[in-house]
């Protein structure tokens, strides 16, 4: 059965510094015409950082959409033409102050896919060597570490909502006993 929606319009709303907001006309199978909004967002990538004694850094920072303030692996958007991997390691440093050591790169997740074109690449990485955190005029984190136990207790009680967090937890705590 084919599913795909055929473009037949773009129509921008808004261009701004993080997304782009445009509503669109498209063909639906059937030959209907549908009204679809989408945001188009660069993406982004998130990365678990495990420290020599088994630890993982976390960062807590106030979401302002959400009104909030989240505990989240580190994260970050990717610019514009950046690799993934390139992101990951600029953003674990501007938010840590660590480099990251043997990158596994667990693929992709599409958090809200019915109206928004971002993805976020999931990426476990070691604690490399100290550089310094840099973090962006506009950031205000804390730093701190916790187990992956502690992390997906956090997640099963609810206090951790953030679904990069989530999904990467549960992807290592799969991987790590994949390798015993």
Request: aromatic residues 10%.
């Amino acid at each position: 059965m084919d599913m795909i929606e055929k473009t037949k319009e773009k129509n921008y709303k808004f261009h701004g510094k993080v997304i782009n907001l445009r509503t669109d006309q498209a063909i639906a199978p059937d030959g209907s015409e549908v009204y679809r909004e989408v945001v188009e967002h660069p993406g982004g990538v998130a990365i678990a950082l495990e420290d020599e004694d088994g630890t993982f850094f976390m960062v807590t920072q106030y979401r302002y959409a959400q009104e909030k303030i989240l505990l989240e692996f580190p994260a970050g958007k990717k610019e514009a033409g950046e690799d993934p991997l390139e992101t990951a390691k600029r953003e674990i440093i501007e938010e840590t102050g660590y480099e990251g050591t043997d990158y596994v790169y667990f693929g992709f997740i599409v958090p809200t896919g019915a109206y928004d074109t971002e993805t976020i690449e999931l990426y476990y990485a070691k604690k490399g060597r100290f550089l310094g955190q840099h973090l962006d005029e506009d950031e205000n984190i804390n730093v701190s570490k916790m187990t992956l136990d502690e992390i997906i207790d956090g997640i099963m009680a609810k206090k951790i909502p953030d679904a990069k967090t989530i999904a990467l937890a549960f992807m290592i705590k799969a991987y790590k006993e994949r390798q015993q």
